[in-house]
Protein backbone atom coordinates (compact mmCIF):
# COMPACT_ATOMS: atom_id res chain seq x y z
CA UNK A 1 0.00 0.00 0.00
CA UNK A 2 1.04 3.16 -0.76
CA UNK A 3 0.65 6.66 0.98
CA UNK A 4 1.46 10.40 -0.59
CA UNK A 5 3.37 12.49 1.34
CA UNK A 6 1.78 15.76 2.35
CA UNK A 7 2.55 19.08 1.00
CA UNK A 8 5.10 21.24 3.23
CA UNK A 9 2.82 24.34 4.39
CA UNK A 10 3.49 28.02 2.54
CA UNK A 11 6.03 29.92 4.16
CA UNK A 12 4.49 33.57 3.70
CA UNK A 13 7.47 35.34 5.05
CA UNK A 14 9.65 33.62 2.07
CA UNK A 15 9.44 36.34 -0.52
CA UNK A 16 12.28 36.46 -2.17
CA UNK A 17 13.63 39.59 -5.00
CA UNK A 18 12.82 39.38 -9.02
CA UNK A 19 15.41 37.04 -10.47
CA UNK A 20 17.99 38.69 -12.86
CA UNK A 21 17.90 38.03 -16.33
CA UNK A 22 20.29 35.31 -17.94
CA UNK A 23 22.18 38.35 -19.65
CA UNK A 24 22.17 40.66 -16.35
CA UNK A 25 24.02 36.92 -15.09
CA UNK A 26 26.70 36.56 -17.94
CA UNK A 27 27.31 40.31 -17.41
CA UNK A 28 28.23 39.63 -13.19
CA UNK A 29 30.77 36.93 -14.43
CA UNK A 30 32.14 39.69 -17.19
CA UNK A 31 32.92 42.08 -14.60
CA UNK A 32 34.61 39.42 -11.57
CA UNK A 33 36.80 38.51 -14.22
CA UNK A 34 38.31 41.60 -15.27
CA UNK A 35 37.92 42.25 -11.72
CA UNK A 36 40.54 39.70 -11.24
CA UNK A 37 42.54 41.34 -13.50
CA UNK A 38 41.81 38.87 -16.79
CA UNK A 39 41.73 39.68 -20.50
CA UNK A 40 38.27 39.25 -21.93
CA UNK A 41 39.29 39.26 -25.44
CA UNK A 42 41.52 35.70 -24.90
CA UNK A 43 40.19 32.66 -26.55
CA UNK A 44 39.95 30.97 -23.59
CA UNK A 45 37.72 33.51 -21.61
CA UNK A 46 35.35 34.41 -24.61
CA UNK A 47 32.73 31.39 -23.76
CA UNK A 48 33.26 31.58 -19.59
CA UNK A 49 30.69 33.87 -18.65
CA UNK A 50 28.45 31.34 -20.75
CA UNK A 51 29.51 28.41 -18.95
CA UNK A 52 29.80 29.23 -15.76
CA UNK A 53 26.17 30.65 -15.91
CA UNK A 54 25.20 26.90 -17.25
CA UNK A 55 27.45 25.50 -14.88
CA UNK A 56 25.24 27.54 -11.72
CA UNK A 57 22.12 26.37 -13.37
CA UNK A 58 23.14 22.72 -12.52
CA UNK A 59 25.42 23.27 -9.02
CA UNK A 60 22.59 25.10 -7.76
CA UNK A 61 19.05 23.53 -8.89
CA UNK A 62 18.30 22.33 -5.77
CA UNK A 63 16.47 25.69 -5.38
CA UNK A 64 14.11 24.85 -7.81
CA UNK A 65 12.99 21.50 -6.24
CA UNK A 66 10.64 20.65 -3.22
CA UNK A 67 11.35 17.77 -1.10
CA UNK A 68 7.99 16.38 -1.50
CA UNK A 69 8.72 16.07 -5.12
CA UNK A 70 11.97 14.49 -4.32
CA UNK A 71 11.12 12.02 -2.00
CA UNK A 72 7.57 11.30 -3.51
CA UNK A 73 5.65 8.38 -2.35
CA UNK A 74 6.00 6.34 0.70
CA UNK A 75 5.35 2.68 1.24
CA UNK A 76 3.56 0.79 3.76
CA UNK A 77 4.07 -2.45 3.22
CA UNK A 78 7.03 -3.39 5.63
CA UNK A 79 6.44 -7.00 6.21
CA UNK A 80 7.12 -6.23 10.06
CA UNK A 81 10.23 -5.01 9.63
CA UNK A 82 11.11 -2.86 13.03
CA UNK A 83 14.43 -1.74 13.02
CA UNK A 84 16.98 1.06 11.51
CA UNK A 85 16.75 1.67 7.75
CA UNK A 86 20.35 3.40 7.27
CA UNK A 87 21.72 4.78 4.10
CA UNK A 88 24.69 5.91 4.97
CA UNK A 89 28.08 7.45 2.60
CA UNK A 90 26.18 9.18 0.42
CA UNK A 91 28.49 11.57 -1.65
CA UNK A 92 27.58 15.07 -1.96
CA UNK A 93 28.63 18.43 -3.03
CA UNK A 94 27.53 21.81 -2.13
CA UNK A 95 29.22 25.44 -1.77
CA UNK A 96 29.64 27.11 1.64
CA UNK A 97 27.12 30.55 1.78
CA UNK A 98 30.08 32.36 2.79
CA UNK A 99 32.86 32.46 0.18
CA UNK A 100 30.82 30.57 -2.45
CA UNK A 101 33.70 27.76 -2.67
CA UNK A 102 33.03 24.19 -3.16
CA UNK A 103 32.04 21.70 -0.08
CA UNK A 104 32.89 18.23 -0.34
CA UNK A 105 31.49 15.04 1.84
CA UNK A 106 29.71 12.22 2.50
CA UNK A 107 26.21 12.11 4.58
CA UNK A 108 24.93 8.84 6.66
CA UNK A 109 21.20 9.32 7.09
CA UNK A 110 19.35 7.02 8.88
CA UNK A 111 15.49 6.92 10.49
CA UNK A 112 13.17 4.37 12.71
CA UNK A 113 10.09 3.66 10.78
CA UNK A 114 6.73 4.21 12.35
CA UNK A 115 5.15 1.82 9.96
CA UNK A 116 6.06 3.40 6.65
CA UNK A 117 9.47 3.90 4.45
CA UNK A 118 10.38 5.42 1.28
CA UNK A 119 12.77 3.95 -1.44
CA UNK A 120 15.77 4.35 -0.93
CA UNK A 121 17.41 6.59 -3.27
CA UNK A 122 14.62 9.06 -2.37
CA UNK A 123 17.05 9.94 0.36
CA UNK A 124 19.93 10.24 -1.81
CA UNK A 125 18.41 12.63 -4.02
CA UNK A 126 17.21 14.81 -0.74
CA UNK A 127 20.80 14.92 0.44
CA UNK A 128 21.60 16.28 -2.73
CA UNK A 129 18.95 18.74 -3.44
CA UNK A 130 19.30 20.61 -0.21
CA UNK A 131 23.38 20.44 -1.59
CA UNK A 132 22.90 22.11 -4.51
CA UNK A 133 22.19 24.99 -2.56
CA UNK A 134 24.30 27.24 -0.84
CA UNK A 135 24.65 26.21 2.53
CA UNK A 136 26.57 26.10 5.91
CA UNK A 137 27.08 22.22 6.70
CA UNK A 138 24.59 22.86 10.46
CA UNK A 139 22.02 24.05 8.40
CA UNK A 140 22.05 21.14 5.66
CA UNK A 141 22.38 18.91 8.43
CA UNK A 142 18.71 20.16 10.31
CA UNK A 143 17.46 20.34 6.45
CA UNK A 144 17.60 16.75 5.71
CA UNK A 145 16.17 15.90 9.14
CA UNK A 146 13.71 18.40 9.12
CA UNK A 147 12.26 17.12 6.03
CA UNK A 148 12.82 13.31 6.42
CA UNK A 149 10.66 13.82 9.95
CA UNK A 150 8.11 16.29 8.64
CA UNK A 151 7.46 14.26 5.39
CA UNK A 152 7.81 10.57 6.87
CA UNK A 153 6.73 10.76 10.57
CA UNK A 154 9.09 8.53 11.40
CA UNK A 155 10.06 7.73 15.46
CA UNK A 156 13.16 9.22 14.65
CA UNK A 157 16.02 10.47 12.58
CA UNK A 158 18.97 10.59 12.82
CA UNK A 159 21.20 12.80 10.38
CA UNK A 160 25.45 12.92 10.05
CA UNK A 161 27.46 14.33 7.84
CA UNK A 162 31.47 14.63 6.81
CA UNK A 163 32.79 16.97 4.90
CA UNK A 164 35.97 18.87 3.55
CA UNK A 165 35.16 22.97 3.16
CA UNK A 166 37.76 23.75 0.70
CA UNK A 167 37.50 27.51 1.65
CA UNK A 168 39.67 26.42 4.94
CA UNK A 169 41.47 24.41 1.96
CA UNK A 170 42.30 26.82 -0.55
CA UNK A 171 41.74 30.07 1.49
CA UNK A 172 42.35 31.31 4.98
CA UNK A 173 44.08 29.13 7.32
CA UNK A 174 44.77 26.28 4.13
CA UNK A 175 43.94 23.64 6.39
CA UNK A 176 44.28 20.93 4.29
CA UNK A 177 42.40 17.58 4.96
CA UNK A 178 40.98 18.98 7.34
CA UNK A 179 37.64 17.21 7.98
CA UNK A 180 33.69 18.25 10.06
CA UNK A 181 31.38 16.81 11.33
CA UNK A 182 27.78 17.59 12.16
CA UNK A 183 24.97 15.52 13.33
CA UNK A 184 21.50 16.04 14.19
CA UNK A 185 18.95 13.70 16.04
CA UNK A 186 15.38 13.69 16.19
CA UNK A 187 12.53 11.66 18.03
CA UNK A 188 13.92 8.44 20.17
CA UNK A 189 17.00 9.62 19.41
CA UNK A 190 17.04 12.85 20.54
CA UNK A 191 18.30 12.05 24.17
CA UNK A 192 18.95 8.47 23.72
CA UNK A 193 22.75 8.13 23.72
CA UNK A 194 22.91 4.12 23.30
CA UNK A 195 21.01 4.94 19.76
CA UNK A 196 23.28 7.81 18.93
CA UNK A 197 26.99 5.48 19.48
CA UNK A 198 24.92 2.99 17.51
CA UNK A 199 24.57 4.88 14.82
CA UNK A 200 27.86 6.39 14.93
CA UNK A 201 29.42 2.85 14.92
CA UNK A 202 27.32 1.66 11.38
CA UNK A 203 28.62 4.34 9.85
CA UNK A 204 31.89 4.15 11.03
CA UNK A 205 32.33 7.56 12.39
CA UNK A 206 35.74 7.89 14.03
CA UNK A 207 37.37 4.89 12.48
Known sequence: MEAVIKKFPEKSDDVRPERPSREEAEQAVETLLRWV????????????????????????????????????????????YDDVVLVKDIKFYSHCEHHMVPVIGRAHVAYLPDGK????????????????RLQTQEA????????????????????????????????GIRSHGSSTMTTTYRGVFADDTERQDRILRLVGAGN
Open 140 to 171: MTAQIADALDQALKPRGVAVILDAEHLCMSMR
Open 37 to 80: GEDLSREGLKETPKRVVKAYEELFSGYHLDPNDVLGRVFEEVAG
Open 117 to 132: VLGLSKIARLVDMFGR
